[in-house]
């Protein structure tokens, strides 16, 4: 009997292979007194203990520098900092030399710390926390004798899917990648850095599985979708034929891509829709353009943030930025500024908000903190003389946020100025509408901004008040309710009421069902995942405005986000019959599968 695991879409991909189920935990250890004579020894023992964990850690960050590159390999100075921390060290010391043995007396102190990092107050030494795990393991299995956990030694070709609860950025950056080829875990959301990293080694992964590895026991066989974000345990043949059939689809499209990159995104009758794509990471920023998008819709900056223990310098950030600008060429590159706080893991050295979607994320951080705010703007002002760069806000609630932000990057460029620094003055600046409130008055924004982007994640969220993060509440996150479809038209009409380009940037833009819906709303920018590219070109030229729109008119009319999905699939498949790939792209949503029951593959529980 087939199960279905639902989690959240983290890289995508589909691949099918046997489960390698991998325990990092922490090991059990027994009380063990020793005499007097014995301490010195003991002292001696842990210290060997310690180098060798050093020897090996040297050894993962020259992998992950390999792998991942010297940033992502940072982290790991955070574990080798943890293993010679004087205090630590001294009150390991200080247990053994009351007679206890050094693996007990070094579990004891590692969950202590753990336990007073877990509650500290400042989100950046919570986050240690999961270093500190890997540190507690590392050095109790070296003092135990038990064998080496992180290398995931297993036959090149073998197509082990990982599933393990958390995969530590030290075990991440080990991965054969001949040998592993798709990563589940329990925990994790799209933002976290096992999601971020699976997606920039193109593993494909779904995470957020909650108790996979409780349900698994290893050595079964599973398809593992990280499009959609499902695990399916013993599939039955005819699910094994139909996922070999969507990858091979995916390959296809690997292939089309080619042909449909240098294709005219436009529709039936004549309407162009541009099609740029969102890049997460500057890697994905060659095959971004390669897929054919016109630009860039959305440059996430938080990766530049998240897993670090300092904020990136300008230098930093400008080459970065300018990466992903010169892989554009002159084409227009939308780099929105840091989106911090809420899902996106925290720069820390600030207090924790208790409700953190409500709380200081986005611009109102960088609005409070004028000075780390002004240096991505001075980077990005720079990077703009490589090319086409835009500047947009996130999280953009009232005019004075803009006319703020907007005289902060004036005093970027006068800092610019006063260095002698050459940049770019002419910056179109936008904002993301991802609030109803903006929604609601965007006409009171529009006179300041000279484009928006629709940031459809949080619009859904904060209007349908359903966590995007919260996979128990998947199913009632639901883009085609009225409400959000309401707002979204409301913020085409206004915005092209002030001819202003008004694009959509969130995940629904990447569907074809919804990019359909979004045509038909009059949205004629559309910022996708990379690999959607083609995929929603091929919506733009197989439909016709006018029978999006009049498909849009009749979901707009309905009264639930199911009959308006409905009015939207009918009029899509006349156009292109029951052509696999229109359900294929549904359920690559941002946080677990939206439509249960929606005709794709429901999630919820895939039993067959
Ligand atoms: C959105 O909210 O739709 C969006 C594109 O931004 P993010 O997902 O980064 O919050
Ligand atoms: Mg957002």
């Not at 920039?200 to 026991?217: F, I, K, Y």
């Not at 986005?362 to 903190?369: F, K, Q, T, Y």
């Not at 620094?421 to 002419?426: E, I």
């Amino acid at each position: 009997m087939a199960k279905g695991i639902a989690g959240t879409p983290a890289s995508p991909g589909i691949v099918d292979g046997q489960v390698h189920l991998l325990r990092w935990e922490v090991p059990d250890v027994r009380h063990r007194i020793i005499p007097d004579e014995a301490i010195p020894g003991e002292i001696k023992r842990f210290h060997a203990g310690l180098a060798q964990a050093r020897e090996r850690l040297h050894h993962v960050r020259a992998r992950a520098e390999k792998n991942a590159g010297p940033e992502e390999a940072a982290i790991f100075d955070v574990q080798l900092s943890i293993l010679e921390d004087g205090e630590l060290l001294r009150q390991v010391e200080e247990l053994i030399t009351q007679n206890l043995g050094a693996e007990k007396a070094f579990d004891l102190v590692l969950f202590e710390w753990r336990q007073q990092f877990a509650s500290h107050a400042r989100p950046l030494l919570r986050e240690r926390v999961g270093d500190l795990i890997d540190v507690h393991i590392r050095v109790l299995s070296i003092l135990l004798g038990l064998p080496d956990h992180d290398p995931v030694d297993l036959p090149k070709g073998s197509n082990r899917i990982l599933v393990t609860h958390d995969l530590t950025p030290s075990l991440t950056v080990q991965l054969d990648r001949e040998a592993i080829i798709g990563i589940a875990t329990d925990a994790g959301t799209r933002t976290s850095h096992v999601a971020i990293l699976a997606r920039s080694l193109g593993l494909p992964a779904v995470v957020g599985l909650r108790d996979a590895t409780e349900q698994l026991t290893g050595n079964e066989h599973v398809i593992l979708d990280g499009t959609s974000g499902i695990l399916i345990v013993d599939p039955t043949p005819s699910q094994i034929k139909t996922y070999r059939e969507r990858r091979a689809i995916e390959a296809l499209e690997d292939k089309e891509l080619q042909a449909l990159s240098v294709a005219d995104s436009v529709t039936l009758d004549g309407h162009w829709v541009t099609l740029r794509a969102n890049v997460d990471l500057p890697e994905e920023a060659g095959f971004a353009a390669r897929s054919g998008a016109e630009g860039v819709g959305l440059m996430r900056t938080e990766f530049l943030v998240v897993g670090r223990a300092t904020m990136p310098d300008e230098e930093e950030q400008y080459r970065a930025y300018r990466h992903v600008v010169e892989a554009f060429g002159g084409r227009p590159v939308v780099i929105r500024t840091f989106d911090v706080g809420g899902d996106k893991l925290p720069i820390g050295s600030y207090q924790t908000d208790p409700n953190p979607f409500l709380g200081w994320r986005a611009i109102r951080m960088c609005l409070d903190e004028p000075e780390l705010f002004k240096t991505q703007l001075r980077a990005l002002l720079r990077a703009a003389m490589h090319g086409d760069v835009r500047i947009m806000f996130p999280l953009i609630i009232t005019l004075d946020e803009v006319l703020q932000a907007k005289h902060l990057l004036m005093e970027a460029a006068t800092e610019l100025d006063v260095r002698g620094v050459p940049y770019r003055h002419d910056l179109p600046l936008g904002i993301m509408v991802e609030t109803p409130a903006a929604a609601l008055s965007v006409h009171t924004l529009v006179d300041d901004v000279s484009f928006l982007s629709i940031g459809t994640n949080d619009l859904v969220q904060y209007t349908l008040a359903v966590d995007r993060g919260n996979a128990n509440l998947a199913s009632r996150f639901t883009p085609l309710h009225p409400a959000v479809l309401t707002l979204i038209k409301r913020i085409v009409d206004v915005g092209a009421a002030h001819r202003l380009e008004v694009a959509v940037c969130g995940e629904m833009a990447s569907q074809p069902l919804m990019a359909f819906a979004l045509i038909g709303l009059g949205v004629r920018c559309l910022s996708v995942a990379g690999r959607a590219v083609p995929l929603v070109k091929r919506i733009v030229r197989g439909v016709s405005a006018a029978v999006a729109a009049e498909a849009a008119n009749a979901a707009l009319e309905s009264r639930t986000a199911r009959e308006a999905e409905g009015e939207l699939r009918r009029r899509l498949m006349t156009a292109f019959g029951d052509a696999p790939f229109l359900r294929d792209g549904l359920p690559s949503f941002v946080e677990g599968n939206i439509f249960e029951g929606s005709g794709g593959l429901n999630t919820s529980s895939a039993h067959e």
